[in-house]
């Protein structure tokens, strides 16, 4: 899939204004646009990706006049070597977002071991690949990137969370609560459920973990058998009744604790019944425990 930007999409995606794109374009020959029949600009995946490169530099205090004379495997191997050092947030979002839109493995984990070596698991995937994540939704939104591409990151996240997962020892907990994570039918983003399962399982909880999709007649069986003091999930996908879902959950278990997160739960309006709560970040998860 060959995806086709116009420079509006480009200052988008770059946080370069396209007047600027334009004398870089005309002055340096950074950008060179195809045209369609009808004469009018458009710009490639490779271009997309050279000028992820270009603004990374740039942004590091690069001439344009010196990145101009690189050619764009060397304008690569420069970001590689900055990304290798300690470098802010945003530098870090955008390499991962580098590594996913050139399918490239080797930054994405130079970025991500980095990040676990020096400040922890955690910080790294609520102050580096949630903010990533988010990037993402904006990229699906313009139609920048394609399926594979997500998949490939995506997967190489839930990598992370598996590993983490299963490393997990977890401490005595006198006050150990027993959680069900689930996402509902036809929900298949599990990223954020995932990473809620290693903080519950590293703060010493039994955590029973459902995953995608998982029909409500299935949570009610493993509800009756385990007998949890909690159910977790996460609205992601569109649901044209999301009131009507949560007072169905709160109905169906009504002596069991729900917690719910969520892009599809903002601005509900409706009040939640009274075993049902709402929550955004993974730290407002545990102090709701």
Not at 113 to 130: P, Q
Not at 231 to 243: G, K, L, P, W
Request: proline letters at 4%; one cysteine or more; glycine letters at 6%.
């Amino acid at each position: 899939m060959n995806c086709r930007f116009s420079i509006k999409d480009l200052e988008k995606l770059s946080g370069i204004k396209a007047h600027t794109l334009r004398i870089w374009e005309q002055r340096y020959g950074i950008l060179k646009p195809e045209r369609t029949d009808t004469n009018i600009r458009w710009y490639c995946n490779d271009k997309l990706k050279h000028l992820l490169n270009v603004t990374f530099l740039y942004e590091h205090g690069y001439k344009i006049s010196k990145i101009a004379l690189l050619q764009p495997s060397e304008v690569s191997e420069e970001v590689n070597k900055i990304v290798d050092k300690e470098i802010n947030v945003c530098d870090q979002v955008r390499g991962l977002v580098l590594s996913m839109v050139e399918l490239e493995e080797e930054r994405f984990e130079r970025i991500i071991s980095n990040n676990i070596s020096n400040h922890g698991f955690s910080y790294t995937i609520e102050k580096i690949v949630y903010p990533f994540l988010s990037k993402i939704g904006v990229m699906w939104q313009t139609g920048s990137i394609n399926p594979a591409q997500e998949h490939f990151i995506s997967n190489l996240i839930r990598q992370k969370l598996i590993v983490a997962i299963d490393g997990v020892v977890a401490p005595e907990n006198k006050n150990a609560q027993k959680f069900v994570l689930f996402l509902p039918d036809g929900e298949l983003h599990e990223l954020s459920l995932l990473y809620f399962n290693y903080l519950l399982k590293s703060k010493g909880h039994s955590v029973i973990y459902l995953g995608q999709s998982v029909p409500l007649n299935d949570l009610q069986k493993v509800v009756e058998i385990r007998h949890p003091a909690f159910i977790v999930s996460i609205f992601t996908h569109i649901i044209e009744d999301v009131a009507g879902l949560i007072q169905t959950l709160a109905n169906t278990f009504p002596k069991t604790n729900i917690l719910l997160s969520g892009c599809q739960l903002k601005g509900l309006e409706s009040p939640c019944p009274g075993n049902v709560k709402l929550f955004g970040c993974p730290q407002d998860l545990l102090e709701l425990v």
